[in-house]
Nanobody, 119 residues
Framework: QERLVESGGGLVQPGGSLRLSCAAS???????MGWYRQAPGKERELVARITRGGTTSYADSVKGRFTISRDNALNTVYLQMSSLKPEDTAVYYC??????????????WGQGTQVTVSS
């Protein structure tokens, strides 16, 4: 399967910005990629998703503040986060839908990176 290596994340003040990166490596093709997050005591939720062709979707809570993009040549997906709010605090997970066989696609997950927004 693909190995997902995340970078970015950290502690920022409200209104600040962070850029998350996730690089996938392996021998299989990658379909959609996305970012999810999970705060303590809450369910994991989809933050943003992007297809191989570049079609994007966002959670209402981040629309207008976050931007997802990808570089297919580098097998990398990015999440540019701006105007961060304390409620954005969560562990952020990279996801990649990997076509391991012509009729089998599997979701792979990164290890997660902590984003903390606090003054």
């Amino acid at each position: 399967q693909e190995r997902l290596v995340e970078s970015g994340g950290g502690l920022v003040q409200p209104g600040g910005s962070l850029r998350l990166s996730c690089a996938a490596s392996g021998r299989f093709g990658i379909n959609a990629m996305g970012w999810y997050r999970q705060a303590p005591g809450k369910e994991r939720e989809l933050v943003a998703r992007i297809t191989r062709g570049g079609t994007t979707s966002y959670a209402d809570s981040v629309k207008g503040r976050f931007t997802i993009s990808r570089d297919n040549a580098l097998n990398t997906v990015y999440l540019q986060m701006s105007s961060l709010k304390p409620e954005d605090t969560a562990v952020y997970y990279c996801n990649a839908n990997v076509q391991v066989k012509p009729v089998l696609a599997v979701d792979n997950w990164g290890q997660g990176t902590q984003v903390t927004v606090s003054s």
